[in-house]
């Protein structure tokens, strides 16, 4: 049995694509790409496909994932050409590699996430981002299916940083050109409860009385293993293009290397 992991995005208006909307997607594509997917056993079989992560309904990603299983090898590239032309403009499967290595979802624990506030004055953020990141807790409420739960939400920033710049991943449809606009940065980790960009959202409304006009444009930039010591999230699929390449680089000097047996020449 074959596993491929793939990387894909979410981007424009499909940002409101539900996980849920997305597993039906993906599911037709690769019945459409006539991928020999593995099932599982059992009165209802499905397709062997584990999805990790997935960032919330309203936001955009570059960096979604999932390993799929197969019961023949495919070449990786190829596969990802077909599922991605079987795939709606905005669900892009952008990268896959053949998974070499164990623990996929072990290796998500930090994402990295944009965030474009329209109509806010990035010095304004700015004082907010401060007053954040210098609060030793920073209390919010979300509502979640057992009623209202109240957390820390500055515990699992990492880092949150403002910039006026334009060079941003976020759509620009849509959106004001001629009002001011705050970019904020935020590296953070995969805690339990999981904090989301819109809970540090409340958390500098909270801190600082910071309140977009308009709701915040939120993208997902990466996600990965945090490195402690840079202080960066790596990249999740590099170990298993690693082992592909070590493989790769191996089968040629085992075979110049093989010892010659009688009647070979």
Not at 2 to 13: D, P, V
Not at 15 to 20: D, G, Q
Not at 70 to 84: F, M
Not at 142 to 165: H, I, P, Q, W, Y
Request: glycine residues 6%.
């Amino acid at each position: 049995m074959q596993r491929i992991r793939l990387r894909y995005t979410k981007r424009g208006r499909l940002r409101f694509t539900s996980h849920r909307d997305f597993q039906r997607a993906f599911e037709r594509a690769l019945r459409r790409a006539e991928v020999p997917m593995a099932y599982s056993a059992g009165f209802t079989p499905h397709p062997k496909v584990s999805y990790a992560n997935a960032a919330p309904t309203g936001t955009g990603s570059e960096a979604e994932y999932l390993e799929i299983a197969l019961t023949e090898a495919r070449d990786p590239e190829k596969l990802r050409v077909l599922l991605d032309e079987s795939l709606p403009a905005g669900l892009d499967v952008i990268e896959a590699v053949e998974a070499r290595t164990p623990g996929l979802a072990d290796r998500l624990t930090a994402s990295v996430w944009e965030l474009r506030l329209d109509g806010v004055d990035p010095a304004e953020a700015q004082r907010a981002v401060a007053a954040f990141n210098g609060a030793g807790t920073v209390e919010v409420q979300r509502m979640t299916k057992n009623g209202v739960r109240t957390f820390d939400a500055r515990s699992a920033v990492v880092n949150l940083e403002c910039s006026s710049s334009e060079e941003t991943q976020s759509s620009q449809a849509d959106r004001p050109i001629d009002q001011p606009c705050a970019i904020l940065r935020l590296v953070v980790r995969h805690v339990t409860p999981a904090v989301r960009p819109d809970d540090v959202l409340s958390g500098l409304r909270a801190v600082a009385d910071l309140a977009p006009p308009v709701p915040a444009a939120v993208t997902r930039l990466a996600q990965g293993l945090f490195d402690e010591e840079t202080g960066t999230v790596t990249d999740p699929l590099a170990p298993d293009r690693e082992a592909v390449a070590a493989l790769t680089t191996a089968a040629p000097t085992a075979a110049a290397t093989a010892p010659v047996t009688e009647g070979s020449a």
